[in-house]
């Protein structure tokens, strides 16, 4: 008897168990994230009965009759873009309002410190990837290729604003003749350094290199005034010269880094990752040695460079930081450090000026910390190899930059929507505004009709570099070729490789073996030192 | 026994002829039914554990990636992954790293120090043992992700070690876990995992008769015989226990060495156990093809340890 029973209550609770389960299947409302920063804003039931909104909310006012459909929008982005998201997103709902749309948006923020590529792609891969996502441009082709966004071509074309985006903006978003997203910053890449250690160390403080001579000479003269530097300011490690290395850096190696000074290294085409005529990747070039020997010479050979910071745990933060604390004198980086890694609200702000305009708060502020941190902070082009003597650029920098897309695997009938979010994300005013805060360059040719924007002192020079700057070589395939790269270059700050032939050898060999050795091609190596002092 | 089974399927029987829809579930339940509970243990474990191997050993024969064309499209390429791996240094690095990690960390770290630690517990008149008990219990209960970044604080250049350092005059001119990222990762674990062994070893001294020890002392043996014939074969199957689950553990150990060292594993790939490489590989590389080639490796590896353990548990029965 007493079994009987243990079996009428085992029957019961199954039949509980599904029921439960089932129940909270469909009582969900939707897609369920399962992600550790997300955060939902949802909009407050819109009442049909608010027939007494005054005169300057228009928009809210049309649709007081009918229900709004219910709809959710996922939004995956990295926190740099924290601001330009929650910008657009009450624009956008104001507009899908008068469309006749609840929108409500939730956010996939990846917090600074994530790998935002990786991220992303792992979510693609999942199935767990945002409608909309802010994703960085070089990887169109790959994300593209694996099916991961959805073509826009048919609504950039009805689009009037697509104009405003010049080629190149338009063509960094392209692959195999498809749009695939809509570009909401870009950047260009300089030597950021200290003017009051250069001061110091008695450089001048309005400083220009010609050549990659200039550089190390004012390396190591920073070098030879090390300890002076660390007692003024009060340090107990001094470097003269950063740029990024190894693989904790990721994409930024190749970027921020290396192909900094491989653009330089000789004359173009030679100075790529890929030769366009033969549609090979170049395995051997007197431009890829020199590189090598640039960062040999950088990490090894003059020891200039802080070996450890490319360790760290988060490689970005730290580099903003030992800028800011004076720990490095110059640094190889992105125009958006300006405001994003010193400025007044950036992740390292300079103490100086903290301190200096501590009394003020507002724009005010902002206004005192900017020409505070131009005392501080100076910026120079990347010279070529010899400045152009041997026919290389006089100077180089490189450009990327971010797009807003959508997934492909959204459902249809939130297409239209997701689009209706980019282009607002992408308007000229959020674009522009974002921008100027963020000492990011727009995107848009019309961001100069956007006073915050052309008011910007420091976006006007750096608008300069945009006339000499390249891409990368970014076709399939390239993120295995950049991964080699950070490979090589970390075995060089570990002193693995140590003279600039192993590292190209080794470059070549590692090449082949990614893409296939028919799809590589060795041109003529010219080993000569690239600085005797 | 057999009767009582018997007289309940008679019963069972009996109910099905006589009608009620309850009844004759009730009864199938009883009965052949049985299993049916297992089912959606069964389905679990086929979903979440089954399903995954066999679609990583696919996966490991295909060219699939992350990114780029073949993630959309992979074909089956054989056993290629499995050469390219072994042609891999980073991957023989890493296999060479996890063996002397597991070695160092877990089984001379983590298992000597956990059974000195319950000897210690176990004896009376020590001042302060509840107190290092509870440090030790502290280092396993908080979030893996925590404990690696208070390892990287306490490593780095201005953190605690370089502070003890300096007041013996010896200058760090680095950070600890950028010199010695192996090292790092060996003493953070053992001071992570000790806590497990402590209890294990705890609970199987509690085992062992208090008479037997004072049987011993009466007899005059000195306390290094008294734990080589007396305590030790007493826990010898304890001590094989904590070696297979410390084994499987730390082979599978990412999430502390990532958070302090990254998924490169330090400079020169000192510190790059297979796990992180497998990640490295997998979400850095998006080459997940490779990474599953190289976790069905690791699979087997580990099943070929544990058998090792499970012969030897036989042996010592046996002595």
């Known amino acids: 008897m007493a079994q009987k029973t243990g079996a009428y209550v085992a029957i019961a609770f199954i039949i509980g168990i599904i029921i439960g389960a089932l129940g909270g299947y469909f009582a969900a409302p939707g897609k369920t994230v399962t992600t550790t920063a997300v955060s939902t804003t949802t909009v407050t039931k819109y009442a049909t009965t608010t027939a007494t909104t005054t005169a300057t909310t228009t928009a809210t006012t049309t649709a007081t009759t009918t229900a709004l459909k219910k709809v959710t929008l996922t939004i995956e982005y990295g926190e740099p873009w924290k601001d330009l998201i929650d910008m657009a997103i009450p624009i956008f709902k104001q507009k899908m309002r008068a469309k006749g749309y609840d929108v409500t948006i939730q956010k996939i923020m990846l917090p600074y410190g994530t790998n935002f590529v990786s991220r992303l792609a792992s979510d693609f891969a999942a199935g767990t990837a945002g409608d909309v996502v802010v994703y960085d441009s070089f990887m169109t082709a790959a994300f593209a290729s694996a099916g991961y966004l959805l ?219 900017f020409n505070c941190e131009a005392k501080y902070v100076g910026y120079a082009k990347m010279p070529g190899f010899k400045g152009g003597a041997e026919g290389e650029p006089k100077y180089v920098t490189i450009s990327g930059g971010w797009a807003i897309a959508i997934n492909a695997k959204i459902p249809a009938y939130k297409r239209e929507i997701a689009w209706e979010f980019i282009k607002v994300v992408a308007s000229r005013d959020v674009l522009a505004k974002f921008a100027a805060e963020k000492g990011k360059i727009c995107p848009r040719i019309d961001a100069t009709q956007v006073p915050e924007y052309a008011n910007n002192a420091y976006l006007k020079n750096i608008t300069e570099y945009l006339k000499f700057t390249d891409f990368r070589d970014a076709l399939p395939g390239y993120t295995k070729v950049s991964k080699i790269i950070q490979q090589i270059t970390e075995e060089i700050l570990s002193g693995t490789i140590t003279d600039p032939m192993t590292a190209l050898n080794k470059y070549d060999q590692m090449l082949k073996s990614a893409v296939g050795a028919n799809n590589v091609e060795e041109l003529p190596v010219n080993t000569e030192p690239i600085y005797t002092g | 026994m057999v009767q009582g089974k018997n007289e309940s399927v008679f019963q069972a029987r009996e109910d099905l002829s006589s009608g009620g829809i309850i009844d004759k579930l009730a009864s199938f339940f009883e009965g052949r039914g049985a299993f049916l509970f297992l089912v959606p243990a069964l389905v679990l474990i086929g979903i979440f554990v089954i399903f995954p191997v066999v679609w990583d050993v696919y996966i490991s024969m295909t060219n699939a990636s992350l990114v780029g064309p073949s993630a959309k499209h992979y074909i089956f390429i054989g056993i ?59 280092a396993w209960v908080i979030p893996e992700v925590v404990a690696g970044y208070a390892w990287s604080a306490v490593t780095d250049k201005q953190g605690l070690v370089s502070a003890i350092l300096s007041l013996f005059g010896v200058k760090t001119e680095y950070s600890l876990y950028f010199t010695h990222p192996f090292e790092v990762i060996v003493v953070a674990n053992i001071w992570r995992g000790t806590a497990f062994s402590m209890i294990l070893f705890t609970a199987a001294l509690e085992g062992i008769p208090k008479y037997i020890y004072e049987a011993a002392e009466v007899d005059g043996a000195t306390p290094w015989q008294r734990f080589r014939y007396v305590v030790f074969p007493l826990i010898s199957q304890a001590i094989l226990v904590d070696f297979i689950l410390i084994t499987i553990w730390t082979f599978g150990v990412f999430t502390l060495p990532y958070m302090i060292l990254g998924p490169g594993g330090g400079i020169g790939n000192a510190g790059q156990l297979w796990t992180l490489y497998i990640y490295f590989k997998a979400i850095n590389n998006f080459d997940i093809a490779l990474a599953a080639a190289a976790s069905n490796v690791m699979f087997v590896i580990v099943l070929a340890l544990i058998l090792a353990y499970l012969w030897s548990m036989k042996y010592f029965r046996r002595w």
């Not at chain 2, 023989?92 to 000597?112: D, H, P, Y």
Request: with cysteine; charged share 20%; proline share 5%.
């Open chain 2, 80 to 138: 290629q992954n499995y050469f390219r791996l072994f042609q891999d240094f980073l991957f023989l690095n890493s296999l060479k790293v996890s063996f002397a990690f597991t070695i160092l960390s877990a089984l001379i770290g983590q298992a000597i120090l956990g059974l000195a630690l319950a000897l210690v517990m176990r004896m009376e008149d020590i001042k302060g043992k509840m107190l290092v008990a509870t440090v030790v219990f502290i």
């Open chain 1, 151 to 369: 073509p826009l071509d048919t609504y950039v074309q009805s689009w009037p604003d697509w104009k405003e985006f010049p080629p190149a903006m338009q063509k960094i978003v392209e692959y195999k003749g498809h749009v695939y997203g809509v570009m909401v910053d870009t950047d260009v890449r300089m030597i950021w350094y200290r003017k009051d250690i250069f001061k110091l160390a008695g450089l001048p403080t309005n400083w220009q290199p010609k050549t990659w001579k200039d550089i190390f000479d004012a390396a190591l003269k920073l070098k030879s005034k090390a300890s002076e530097i660390e007692k003024a300011l009060g340090i107990n490690e001094f470097y003269p010269f950063y740029i990024p290395a190894g693989t904790k850096w990721g994409e930024g190696t190749t970027m921020q880094g290396f192909y900094m000074v491989l653009l330089g290294a000789d004359k173009p085409p030679y100075n790529r990752l890929y030769d366009y005529k033969t549609d090979k990747w170049i395995g051997k070039s007197t431009a890829l040695y020199r590189a090598f020997a640039f960062y040999i010479d950088v990490y090894q050979k003059l020891k200039i460079g802080p070996i450890q910071y490319n360790f760290a745990s988060d490689v970005w933060g730290t580099h903003r930081k030992v800028f800011s604390e004076g720990k490095v004198a110059m640094d190889v980086g992105g125009s958006w450090e300006w405001a994003e890694g010193w400025g007044p609200k950036g992740v390292a702000p300079l103490k100086a000026c903290k301190m200096q305009c501590s009394g003020q708060s507002g724009s005010a502020y902002d206004t005192c910390y």
